[in-house]
């Protein structure tokens, strides 16, 4: 599908490009609206994620609702092969579509039905890392439906987080064992740890992190470039946070996270980070991310601290609160794959449906009904 495409509904027009830098009007107020909210919708990390993290056969489709020059909504989207779904990555904390500050509901409603007007050329589309509490998906989803889309919201991964004061006040409410852990290793053993936050020396750190990276326990990523390519981003734009400790003069533990100075509200979220499982009995990643938490704290005045995705048991230990991220299944019953995907979705929906049920019955000690 070269260049541009266009529809139009009423007074909207929907374009659909390949390219960012495609796209009509003045999308530019969308992208700097939404990087104020969160770096994942920038178009920096569209960029890096078009050139670093693009799966093999994935073509990109950016979808753009407007009235007029004035844009509304842009819907980024992944194709590949019979399949479309949302433009995410295995990077991506939050994904949302790009919307116009202002924009009411009902013009949310329009875009959305128009939106889904073009989505019905696939049976399927599943959109991810979503947070259906934003205030977004409420209109835009009415409009989906409108078009002839069913939708279905299901658990995509768990988030762990922990607002945030000092480091005392942080350090106190964590578990003896962690504290005792932290005392311990940080007293009895030199530690050299630093912390990058700019580009000077940033290419020593990165080779850093990935020297630790490959010795650690961790999976060998699906994108190896893209780890690098964002921290040279966020590094340009002042959010990068990469800490290295080394022991005995050798790199031993690493991680990244990214500072978001968010309009009244100052967030950190960890990217990546791993340990040389040589050295696991001296606890470097502990040490490392007490460090960089009191840093965060201390230095960057952050009101939240952020683990990304995933359920990992580590997380507990340093955030106590959990947010569900969920997934959006869009399904067009008028194609056969869409039917079949739909059986399938609706005979699950009944399964978790009695499933809780029954746990209800069992634990309140009432009889339920069979089916």
């Not at 924009?103 to 991810?128: N, P």
């Not at 106590?320 to 079949?340: D, E, S, T, V």
Request: proline content about 6%; aromatic content about 10%; hydrophobic content about 40%.
């Amino acid at each position: 599908m070269p260049g541009i495409t266009s529809s139009g509904w009423g007074s909207l027009s929907l374009d659909i490009c390949n390219k960012l830098d495609e796209l009509p009007g003045r999308n530019e107020a969308l992208f700097d609206h939404a990087g104020q909210q969160t770096i994942f919708s920038s178009r920096e990390w569209y960029q890096t994620v078009l050139i670093y993290g693009l799966p093999s056969g994935g073509e990109p489709r950016f979808l753009l609702c407007r009235r007029g020059d004035d844009p509304i909504v842009l819907f980024p989207l992944l194709v590949r092969g019979r399949d479309a779904e949302s433009l995410t990555t295995p990077y991506t904390c939050l994904h949302r579509p790009l919307v116009a500050p202002g924009s009411d509901e009902q013009l949310l409603v329009s875009a959305g039905y128009l939106i889904g007007r073009f989505l019905r050329r696939w049976a399927v589309i599943r959109l991810d890392a979503l947070a259906p509490e934003d205030p977004e998906w409420r209109p835009l989803t009415i409009g989906l439906r409108r078009s002839g889309l069913l939708s279905y919201w299901f658990d995509h991964f768990g988030n762990w987080y922990q607002p945030v004061q000092t480091w005392p006040d942080y350090l106190a409410a964590r578990s003896g064992s962690l504290r005792e852990t932290i005392r311990r290793k940080t007293k009895r053993l030199a530690w050299e740890i630093e912390i990058l936050d700019g580009t000077e020396r940033l290419e020593q750190g990165i080779a850093e992190f990935e020297t630790v990276y490959n010795r650690s326990w961790k999976e060998p990523e699906p994108f190896p470039a893209f780890n690098p390519a964002l921290m040279r981003l966020a590094a340009a734009r002042g959010m990068l946070r990469l800490g290295v400790s080394r022991f005995g003069g050798r790199s031993v533990a690493a991680q990244f996270w990214i500072v978001e100075r968010l309009p009244g509200h100052h967030r950190a979220t960890v990217l990546k980070l791993a340990h040389d499982e040589a050295h696991k009995d001296q606890s470097p990643g502990t040490v490392l991310t007490a460090f960089m938490i009191r840093a965060l704290l201390e230095r960057d005045a952050v009101q939240e601290i952020d683990f990304g995705r995933g359920d990992d048991p580590y997380k507990r230990l340093w955030a106590g609160i959990r947010r569900q991220r969920k997934g959006l299944l869009l399904i067009n019953p008028m194609r056969p794959r869409g039917l079949a995907n739909l059986a399938l979705t609706s005979a699950g929906a009944v399964r978790r449906r009695l499933r809780r049920i029954k746990i209800f019955a069992a634990r309140s000690g009432t009889p339920h009904a069979t089916y």
